[in-house]
């Protein structure tokens, strides 16, 4: 059966302006402390999404891309891309507790597995990933990809879900194995980076390059639909409350709001103008709302290589609601 029809949409409710010029990646939340953590290339910047105001910074994380928050341990861990090392952090006292040095090359995203009790970290430029235990601070095993690991997501059930970007696959991890148990092909989709999924109905849902949201069945990897989204994404986020899929398109500046009708049908129901460079994104679970940082750059030089620089003042964080 099909849910009730959508009567809401979502808005920008707040943009908190934080300091400081430096590039930013993945981010987080601890909805149990209130605090979004957001990768500053050399540090971590923590707010108080109460307030929208800096409360710490965690430095000495060299290329920190992404993290995992793992509340029954009371800890998070931030990925060091350039240092191949993830540092772990008290999730109370917002202090380093130790760091811990991996295998893999360019560690970039990362998730904690609560059926394992392990962290998994996705390492970008060695395609594999680093399996942690958080108690001994060790790594205990690595797994090999075809390709460029990206997002993933764990489906609290003994499974991991990963997207292979310069693959456009989809693999399935055995988190007691800590081996990929299945490969799908992602048809229809170019370089999938953003990774949500519906655990109750088994869906997941990858975001890709060319403006699609690919939808697969987690138990048997068939392809279930395709939604059209905007351009530049490189995050996804499911609300399990009101069944919406959410894609960051950074390109366009847009965020775009898919709505589950069951578990075989999908439709937009909105394109929420945001900010361009708004790529990323997370959900609070608890209050469901999103986050989305962003910043304006300095026009790019003619012949000019590499990004250009930040605008001075204009880095902040987007913060989105249901009317």
């Known amino acids: 059966m099909r849910s009730v029809p959508r009567t809401s949409e979502y808005k920008i409710a707040a943009n908190y302006t934080l300091a400081g010029e430096s590039r930013w990646d993945l981010l987080a939340v601890d ?15 923590v707010v108080d999404i ?4 800096s409360v710490a910074t965690l430095t000495g994380t060299d290329g920190v891309h992404g993290f995992a928050i793992a509340p ?3 800890r998070g861990f931030a990925t060091n891309g350039r240092a191949n090392s993830v540092t772990e952090f008290d999730l109370l006292t917002l202090q380093r507790v130790r760091d811990i040095k991996v295998s893999g090359q360019s560690p970039d995203a990362a998730l904690f597995d609560a059926v394992s009790g392990r962290v998994f970290v996705f390492n970008a430029k060695s395609n594999n990933a680093s399996v942690m235990d958080p108690a001994s601070g060790a790594e205990v095993a690595t797994i090999a990809f075809e390709g460029n690991p990206e997002l993933g997501v764990s489906d609290g059930h003994g499974h991991v879900f990963l997207n292979i970007e310069d693959k456009a696959q989809l693999v399935e991890i055995d988190v007691k194995s800590m081996q990929v148990t299945h490969t799908w092909a992602l048809a229809g989709c170019e370089e999938p980076t953003g990774l949500a999924m519906d655990v109750v109905h088994a869906r997941l849902f990858s975001a890709c390059a060319n403006r699609t949201m690919v939808v697969t069945d987690a138990s ?19 609300d399990a409350q009101t069944r919406d899929v959410f894609s960051p398109n950074g390109r366009s500046g847009t965020l775009t709001v898919v709505h589950e009708d069951d578990a075989e049908h999908f439709r937009v129901v909105q394109t929420l103008p945001t900010q361009t460079s708004a790529r990323t994104i997370v959900l609070d679970p608890k209050t469901h ?6 910043a304006r750059f300095e026009p790019q030089a003619e012949g000019a290589k590499g990004r250009p ?12 609601e249901r009317k």
């Not at 395709?226 to 996804?236: H, L, N, S």
């Not at 709302?289 to 962003?294: E, F, I, N, T």
């Open 31 to 45: 909805p149990d402390h209130h605090h979004l953590f957001l990768s500053r290339s050399d540090h971590v910047q």
């Open 50 to 53: 109460r307030t929208g105001q």
């Open 72 to 74: 029954s341990l009371h």
């Open 220 to 238: 048997d990897g068939r392809q279930v639909a395709r939604v059209a989204i905007d351009e530049g994404p490189d995050g996804a986020e499911f």
């Open 289 to 294: 709302r999103l986050y989305l940082p962003a």
């Open 309 to 320: 620089p930040m605008v001075a003042g204009s880095f902040s964080v987007l913060m989105v």
